[in-house]
């Protein structure tokens, strides 16, 4: 039997970007018996979640839902629709996007990755105007999909996705859209059919505060127009099957029962809620969580306001201070998981998230959390960053009280 020997008193504060906390509500629903998944109830059980899940997509068409994490739904939204040697374009915003473009190179994709130099591109989102400029130079239209990371959970920047639609439209090229957006999708506005986006890519375990295990492909009509030709080899990852089992509830292998359970839930607690509220309380909860780091006098890793992220903030450290000793510290300390430094900003920031189930007083813990782990640590502190937060909170409305109201 497995046995976790570590039990500090209380709840572990679990802040970074995912996996988020998962609420009671849904842990309850997950714990029902699992059912037998070529039975009538399992068949209502798929028919309600693949329906309730379109509409956090915003989209009419249909969305496949795999027993994978995000990194198969990847594969799957560039297998579905491309062909060995087919030019991808890409863009890049941090270690997301890098590694979507190693798996597209390890799936014999010719990969083109277009970005600001540096750590710039790192720092800030999508620049629409480099992919409009390269796709007017595409005349022969070799270019076959343009892939961007919506929400870029290792620097805390979240891009413009109607632009880059807006930004194929004006070259006039018939590129596919592919857009992950595992950690955006319901803690972000996101729109699928509204922005033309042909694939969206997704996972459980952010902001639908599920646990890890299942992942997601909104698809275009386009993009399964596509699929029909596509050669690249593909069986599990299929969509033509899945899509055809599922217009009866069912799937053509065992799917995640009781992660599907769990994700009736979340998509009834998001909707109950409703998703303008979500967003609302989240770009409030970022708000407050970047007041405290200004205050702090520390540095945001998102460099450009039009573009922040309200899923988590990314924390630089002063020159010399080794963010993963703060990130130990404060575990070991507070019983409290911060983001860790990914890629290129390794040891040179640490990721806050708020995101999924988090409110005024989760956020409040997580930067004192922060704020007597950096004071440990010797780092220099400009102000209080709690004082700061504490300040926004409690002069703003939080949406749902709005709501009570
Ligand atoms: C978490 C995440 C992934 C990877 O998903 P896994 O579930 O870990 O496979 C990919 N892209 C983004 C933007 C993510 O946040």
Redesign the pocket.
Known sequence: MLKLDFHPAGRHFLQI??PSPVPDRILRAMSYPTIDHRGPEFGALGLQVLEGIKKIFKTAQPVVIYPA????A?EAALVNTLSAGDHVLMFETGH?AT??KKMAEALGLKTEFLGLPGIEGWRRGVQADMIEQRLRQDSGHEIKAVCV?H????TGVTSDIAAVRRAIDAAGHPALLLV?????LASADYRHDEWGVDVT?S?S??GLMLP?GI?FNAVSKKAIEASKTATLPKAFWNWAEIIEMNATGYWPYTPNTNLLYGLSEAIDMILGEGLDNTFARHQRLAHACRSAVKAWGLEIQCADPAVYSPVLTGVMTPPGVDADAIRKLIYDKFNMSLGTGLGKMKGKMFRIGHLGEANDLTLMATLAGCEMGLKLAGVPLAGSGVQAAMAELSASVAPDQLKAA
Do not use: A, R, Y
């Open positions: 970007p995912g994490s995000g990194t198969g990847w997301f590694l979507w990371v929400n870029e959970t290792s992950d957006t595992i950690s955006g890519v996972g375990q952010k890890p992942s």
